[in-house]
């Protein structure tokens, strides 16, 4: 399916929303929470949403959604483009969040690109927000089909949000898909996409505790922390309080962060380590970045920390009666309070320089406020 070429004759002052697209290479590590997460950060930020789910196997996103109509009696959506490829439903959950997801949901092979290019040429001027959860790995974004096309300049470039996992680096045909699909970005939307617009997220939220111990600490204290934690947080505080950020490439996130995960993990003779044990080698690699380069990254998303009560919140979320837009963000506070300081900081370094292999050394940035999301 190729990408439209059709202008759009935006009424909002040429102003683009800005779209966040989350995807993740192991299922359960949180793209349905930090969708729920961003929706939740526009819509008490006085923005319009779009929420689309492109989560063909658990639509999530959608189904949690929908649970906040008032009226029990409501009706199945409305179908827009009924009869077309690129048809969808689309639900008004309130005055400005609207949730939408293909039509029909299953049975059919979607493309994200096409089916959002699509989407914006018909709405853009209607949403401040538009937040994609989907279901995919980094690579499954980018069909072969797409090899050769460019992202129109009327659409805003989205910024991607990619969850990793333990096993993001341990897999090297995995690896090389990232490499191709960097090299597709690049090409499609712009040259530094993978240091403005692509954002490698570790959450260690997705892990529990296995050891008796550890799962009594991380009861009682609803927050459990990874040796190293704080002193990670203390290497970005300080290099935020010198300006020093910088914008992290992929060939340079790949082979100081993630490969380097790859060795700490096979480091340990027949992975004997606790489960819980493994989103500490994250800390370890990240420490070790940090010390090196002394810059905040600007496209790093670091969670320290796992919180005890946002364990299983999806399926809390799905199944809870009488939930609310301030309820959910009340049971999810600490992820959010974390997703905006992390919009802050991107914000701070907005101009910041791109860190990678050829680059110069980093600079303090230019202080230059620019909406968190657009490139």
């Not at 793209?31 to 999530?60: C, Q």
Request: with cysteine; proline share 7%.
């Amino acid at each position: 399916m190729m990408i439209e070429k059709k202008e759009v004759n935006n009424t909002m002052d040429n102003k683009k929303p800005v779209v966040n697209i989350f995807c993740s290479n192991k299922g359960g590590s949180g793209k349905t929470l930090f969708s729920l997460v961003a929706i939740l950060h526009a819509y008490f930020n006085g923005m319009r949403v779009a929420a689309i789910d492109l989560n063909f196997e658990n639509p999530d996103t959608a189904t949690i959604l929908h649970g906040l109509i008032a009226d029990p009696h409501a009706g199945e959506a409305p179908i827009i483009n009924d009869g077309t490829p690129l048809a969808y439903r689309e639900e008004r959950i309130n005055d400005r969040v609207v949730a939408i997801r293909p039509h029909p949901l299953y049975h059919v092979s979607w493309r994200i690109f096409p089916f959002l290019d699509k989407f914006l040429a018909d709405n853009q001027e209607k949403y401040d927000m538009v937040v994609v959860d989907t279901g995919l790995n980094l690579p499954n974004l980018m069909p072969a089909s797409l090899h050769g096309e460019k992202w129109p300049h009327s659409r805003p470039i989205p910024t991607i949000w990619q969850l990793y996992t333990y096993s993001a680096g341990l897999r090297p045909w995995e690896v090389q898909a990232y490499d191709e699909t960097v090299a597709m970005f690049r090409q499609f939307f712009h040259p530094e996409f993978d240091a403005r617009n692509l954002i490698h997220v570790f959450n260690p939220q997705a892990f529990i505790p296995n050891s008796l111990n550890d799962n009594v600490k991380y009861a009682i204290w609803a927050q459990y922390k990874f040796d190293g934690a704080d002193q990670m947080v203390r290497r970005l505080q300080k290099a935020g309080k010198k300006d020093l950020y910088a914008a992290i490439d992929w060939d340079t996130f790949k082979k100081e962060i993630l490969l380097e995960v790859r060795k700490e993990f096979w480091r340990q003779p027949l992975g004997e380590f606790w489960k819980d044990e493994i989103p500490a080698i994250f800390l370890v690699v990240a420490n070790n970045f940090l010390k090196a380069r002394c810059i905040v990254p600007t496209n790093i998303f670091f969670h320290p920390y796992v919180y005890h009560r946002v364990q299983m919140i999806v399926d809390d979320l799905i199944i809870r009666r009488g939930k609310s837009m301030e309820s959910i963000k009340d049971l999810i506070a600490p992820v959010y309070d974390n997703f905006v300081e992390f919009l802050a900081l991107r914000e701070k370094g907005a101009a910041a320089p791109v860190l990678g292999a050829s680059q110069a050394p980093v600079v303090h940035a230019p202080v230059k406020m620019a909406k968190a999301g657009q490139a």
